[in-house]
């Protein structure tokens, strides 16, 4: 998918150089010892983004003190400034106010530091909700996947009208949060009509997981179909236990990469976060990461202070930008996988081939659908995990039956069920697109559509390669079109060829996302017609290829 910016200074300077982001703001507010006056009053203590408004003069502080050291990014003061955790202040109608305030003041700054030699960039931070989407718990997630992208559309739609640069996700502790920001945000993008690189960051803990299990191969295949710029890591830990995982995406990702850890890990002292990690060995972890892992983006998170990002700066070369600041390039392309919440799966298996178990499906298991009709989510999750256990590397899932007309809410039930508790990619089995939907809005990973075809010309297979291109979903595509079930190699290979037009050429899918299955007809009919169909499709599938 071409991407129309309309700001892409960002992407051009990261074609040149690496670049590095400010430290930490709450940190650095803490510092000054604000009081309940300096937020506006008791009712608003300790929300340090409504200090833009009651007291813009403290983030202003912090905003020079890390333009004075030469970071090239300064970050917005809005972390959480959505609607749900602004709520808490009873400050959420007036989320637009404060986003945009805070990107005015960030620019203003930027501006007044750039120069022709080093421009400086403003990045809105949007950091979580406070939501789970992923997790089984009625609390934190009884928010649908829309809701939430509304929520970070509001958001986003304050920092464009400030003037950002980019749009950061960060802190992210759930997939399909980040997933729903991403939606969210490119409908702001819609609604305003500026287009704006993003930048995507999770945050991992000590074992190398997200909150909700979420390991770095799976984050990475989830996100990098979903047209973001970046992909990174952030805040949780030091740079010593993001050095695995971040190995792995310098090796890994296509996208350039960004690092932007904790002054360590944090100590409780006194009832207070202390992070011990001085500026010198956090300086010296960061410059081995670009030239060891070939990272793009650096800066600091929590604990960091200017001290910490001079360090950094003088190390990297300083505002000059020399030669040793230069990007380093990133793998062309990376491997096909699916994921579920927790873990990728290669599409290609060594050895092949990719096994789908098909016992959670509705028309081929009896046991599957009476489980089904009695909504026994606990028994369909004990089919699901002996499937994996018994050797598939995805699950198949259908919930179309004959005695209910509810399939759509069956299909998110039991994907919910499903994606939080079995830890293989699912395939959504079903003709009907709006099923679909509903499934990729609910899984947190990466899925296989099954599937889509032309038989009634291209109105569905629009809506499916529009969905997975949207959701970062691969799909499986029969050689069927308007006169039927394509019977030669080349009657296959001319639809196979369609449906590859359509999926990269229009939506811009990659290829990789594509799995022909080129079909066969029955061989024992005794129909001299279908004598040759086996011939037919062995070689239909060497001409796809």
Same mark, same amino acid.
């Not at 300096?38 to 403290?58: K, R």
């Not at 089904?372 to 989510?377: N, Q, R």
């Not at 359509?502 to 899918?509: C, Q, R, S």
């Given at each position: 998918?071409?991407?129309?910016?309309?700001?892409?200074?960002?992407?051009?300077?990261?074609?040149?150089?690496?670049?590095?982001?400010?430290?930490?703001?709450?940190?650095?507010?803490?510092?000054?010892?604000?009081?309940?006056?300096?937020?506006? &009053? #008791?009712?608003?203590?300790?929300?340090?983004?409504?200090?833009?408004?009651?007291?813009?003069?403290?983030?202003?502080?912090?905003?020079?003190?890390?333009?004075?050291?030469?970071?090239?990014?300064? #970050?917005?003061?809005?972390? $959480?400034?959505?609607?749900?955790?602004?709520?808490?202040?009873?400050?959420?109608?007036?989320?637009?106010?404060?986003?945009?305030?805070?990107?005015?003041?960030?620019?203003?700054?930027?501006?007044?530091?750039?120069?022709?030699?080093?421009?400086?960039?403003?990045?809105?931070?949007?950091?979580?909700?406070?939501?789970?989407?992923?997790?089984?718990?009625?609390?934190?997630?009884?928010?649908?996947?829309?809701?939430? %992208?509304?929520?970070? $559309?509001? !958001?986003?739609? &304050?920092?464009? @009208?400030?003037? /950002?640069?980019?749009?950061?996700?960060?802190?992210?502790?759930?997939?399909? +949060?980040?997933?729903?920001?991403?939606?969210?945000?490119?409908?702001?993008?819609? !609604?305003?009509?500026?287009?704006?690189?993003?930048?995507?960051?999770?945050?991992?803990?000590?074992?190398?997981?997200?909150?909700?299990?979420?390991?770095?191969?799976?984050?990475?295949?989830?996100?990098?179909?979903?047209?973001?710029?970046?992909?990174?890591?952030? *805040?949780?830990?030091?740079?010593?236990?993001?050095?695995?995982?971040?190995?792995?995406?310098?090796?890994?990702?296509?996208?350039?990469?960004?690092?932007?850890?904790?002054?360590?890990?944090?100590?409780?002292?006194?009832?207070?976060? /202390?992070?011990?990690? #001085?500026?010198?060995?956090?300086?010296?972890?960061?410059?081995?990461?670009?030239?060891?892992?070939?990272?793009?983006? /650096?800066?600091? *998170? *929590?604990?960091?202070?200017?001290?910490?990002?001079?360090?950094?700066?003088?190390?990297?070369?300083?505002?000059?930008?020399?030669?040793?600041?230069?990007?380093?390039?990133?793998?062309?392309?990376?491997?096909?996988?699916?994921?579920?919440?927790?873990?990728?799966?290669?599409?290609?298996? !060594?050895?092949?081939?990719?096994?789908? &178990?098909?016992? *959670?499906?509705? @028309?081929?298991?009896?046991?599957?659908?009476?489980?089904?009709? %009695?909504?026994?989510?606990?028994?369909?999750?004990?089919?699901?995990?002996?499937?994996?256990?018994?050797? %598939?590397?995805?699950?198949?899932?259908?919930?179309?039956?004959?005695?209910?007309?509810?399939?759509?809410?069956?299909?998110?039930?039991?994907?919910?069920?499903?994606?939080?508790?079995?830890e293989a990619p699912l395939v959504i089995d079903t003709t009907e697109p709006e099923v679909m939907e509903a499934a990729l809005k609910t899984a947190p990973g990466r899925c296989l559509l099954n599937s889509t075809h032309l038989e009634g010309g291209r109105a569905k297979a +629009?809506?499916?390669?529009?969905?997975?291109?949207?959701?970062?979903?691969?799909?499986?595509?029969?050689?069927?079109?308007?006169?039927?079930?394509?019977?030669?190699?080349?009657?296959?290979?001319?639809?196979?060829?369609?449906?590859?037009?359509?999926?990269?050429?229009?939506?811009?899918?990659?290829?990789?996302?594509?799995?022909?299955?080129?079909?066969?007809?029955?061989?024992?009919?005794?129909?001299?017609?279908?004598?040759?169909?086996?011939?037919?499709?062995?070689?239909?599938?060497?001409?796809?290829?």
């Amino acid at each position: 998918m071409d991407i129309r910016y309309t700001n892409r200074r960002y992407l051009d300077a990261l074609q040149e150089r690496v670049l590095i982001f400010d430290g930490a703001m709450g940190t650095n507010l803490q510092a000054q010892h604000l009081s309940a006056t300096h937020f506006g &009053g #008791e009712q608003f203590n300790g929300c340090n983004d409504y200090l833009v408004i009651s007291f813009p003069q403290a983030v202003e502080k912090v905003h020079r003190a890390f333009l004075e050291v030469g970071v090239d990014v300064l #970050e917005t003061n809005t972390f $959480r400034s959505n609607r749900i955790t602004l709520a808490e202040y009873g400050l959420q109608g007036r989320v637009i106010e404060i986003n945009r305030t805070a990107a005015a003041l960030a620019r203003r700054l930027a501006d007044e530091y750039s120069t022709a030699d080093h421009p400086r960039f403003v990045a809105g931070s949007i950091g979580p909700s406070g939501k789970l989407p992923s997790a089984d718990d009625p609390e934190l997630s009884n928010i649908t996947f829309d809701e939430l %992208a509304d929520v970070f $559309r509001e !958001q986003a739609t &304050g920092l464009i @009208q400030g003037g /950002v640069d980019l749009m950061l996700i960060e802190t992210s502790q759930d997939i399909l +949060e980040v997933r729903a920001a991403i939606a969210g945000i490119r409908q702001a993008f819609e !609604q305003t009509d500026v287009y704006l690189p993003i930048q995507a960051q999770v945050t991992l803990d000590t074992t190398g997981r997200m909150l909700l299990g979420t390991d770095i191969a799976a984050a990475l295949t989830i996100l990098e179909g979903l047209h973001i710029d970046v992909i990174g890591l952030n *805040c949780s830990t030091g740079p010593e236990h993001m050095r695995q995982p971040i190995q792995y995406l310098g090796e890994n990702a296509a996208l350039p990469v960004s690092c932007i850890p904790n002054a360590g890990l944090p100590l409780n002292v006194d009832g207070e976060a /202390v992070y011990p990690l #001085e500026a010198e060995p956090f300086s010296q972890a960061l410059v081995e990461f670009v030239e060891k892992y070939h990272i793009s983006v /650096v800066g600091g *998170c *929590c604990g960091t202070t200017p001290a910490h990002l001079k360090l950094l700066v003088d190390a990297l070369g300083g505002p000059s930008l020399n030669a040793r600041r230069r990007r380093a390039p990133r793998p062309l392309a990376s491997q096909p996988r699916l994921a579920s919440s927790a873990r990728a799966v290669a599409m290609r298996q !060594q050895p092949p081939p990719l096994l789908i &178990g098909e016992r *959670c499906n509705a @028309q081929g298991s009896r046991k599957f659908k009476r489980l089904l009709l %009695a909504e026994d989510y606990d028994a369909i999750q004990e089919i699901a995990r002996e499937q994996v256990e018994g050797g %598939a590397h995805a699950l198949d899932i259908s919930t179309a039956v004959t005695e209910r007309s509810d399939e759509l809410h069956l299909m998110r039930q039991v994907v919910k069920k499903l994606a939080s508790g079995v830890e293989a990619p699912l395939v959504i089995d079903t003709t009907e697109p709006e099923v679909m939907e509903a499934a990729l809005k609910t899984a947190p990973g990466r899925c296989l559509l099954n599937s889509t075809h032309l038989e009634g010309g291209r109105a569905k297979a +629009e809506r499916v390669f529009d969905l997975a291109r949207r959701h970062n979903a691969a799909v499986l595509c029969l050689t069927i079109d308007e006169k039927g079930m394509a019977k030669t190699a080349q009657e296959k290979l001319g639809v196979a060829r369609r449906l590859y037009d359509m999926a990269v050429g229009e939506f811009g899918l990659r290829p990789e996302a594509l799995v022909f299955d080129t079909l066969t007809f029955t061989l024992a009919t005794g129909d001299p017609e279908f004598a040759n169909s086996a011939i037919e499709t062995l070689e239909g599938i060497r001409l796809i290829k």
